[in-house]
């Protein structure tokens, strides 16, 4: 286990800072509001390794966490998190639905949208967080999974696992089976929202969602190679064109669309690195195959609503 933060060892004028520059390290970019930012603002986090997932865990008094559609734009990692409130009551809200999690409760956050969390007083919530591509479903089903957890019969189990991992993890910290445990426990996640989506309507899909899950991950691996065509994913999947199509219309996509949006993305991550800042705007359109700087300020303008040298200007990371 690392301790991430611990404000009682911090003086007070310090501590709402050190609460960001953690809550960072730890999860996605959000906007942090302390419930009394001029008050006794206290909280720890605690935060395991699990091979790729991770387990974290934060405590403290009352704040609301904000992930905009600008902190989606500017990236992250793609994830989810399954997270048990451990102490208190918090509020969720995602994709228009709002939840009430009581202590002992679970809710799934996707990551890669806007969301917003909040709890009064003193609370604590423990997230296990996995990479999309390691679950091995759609980003649509786990949507779909997210307001029906409790309908799986596999709820109590999982909520019963997750409130253990620490205890646990902790007697294996550093070993081989603590990575074992992380994967498995993994497995029951995606077993969990499985079932939740899961009639018998749905579960034909399973192996088109996990296909679809190891095309769109292949595909941002090459999204700077210019020879990424619809039929080299298709060949590298041993699919048809025709049916590459089909996976993508079954997910409400458009595969070229998604293609560029894509990479468009990648560049407005680099526009904003400081790794790139001597980077001239052309030459990153270029490597995100972008090679006509006009159609890239066209294209970049409809997806961010300002222009790639604005977006630089506005979005520069220090």
Known sequence: MAVLLDTAALPRQDRAEAFYSAMMSASVPS???????????HARMDFWRLGTPDLFRNEGSGIRLVRTPEH?????????????????????????????VRTGELMLVDLT???????????????????????????ETV???????PSSPLYDLMLHHLTALPGVID????????????T??????????TSAVGD??????????????????????????????????AAEHNISVR????????????????????RLQGAARQLTDPAYRHRSIAAIAAEWGFLDAGHFTRRFRREHGMTPRDWRRTNQRP
Do not use: C, N
């Open 243 to 262: 049916y590459l199509y089909k996976l993508f219309a079954e997910q409400q996509l458009s595969l070229e669309q998604w293609l560029i949006t894509e």
């Open 113 to 139: 949208a806007p969301y917003e969390f909040a709890w009064s007083g003193q609370g604590a919530s423990q997230a296990f967080q996995i990479d999309f591509a390691d679950l091995g479903l759609s980003v």
């Open 184 to 193: 498995a426990t993994t497995q029951l996640v995606r077993a969990l929202l």
């Open 171 to 182: 007697a294996l910290q550093g070993t081989q089976p603590a990575e074992l445990v992380g």
């Open 31 to 41: 906007r942090i509001e302390h419930e009394d930012p001029d008050g006794e603002v």
């Open 200 to 233: 018998a309507d749905r579960r034909p899909h399973a192996i088109a969602d996990v296909l679809f899950t190891r095309i769109t991950w292949y595909a941002r691996q090459h999204l700077a190679d210019p020879e990424l065509t619809p039929a080299r994913i």
């Open 72 to 100: 989606v734009r500017i990236g992250g990692p793609e994830r989810l998190a399954l997270a048990v409130q451990v102490i208190g009551s918090g509020r969720f809200s995602q994709s228009g639905s709002d939840q009430r």
């Open 143 to 149: 949507r779909a999974a997210a307001h029906r957890l």
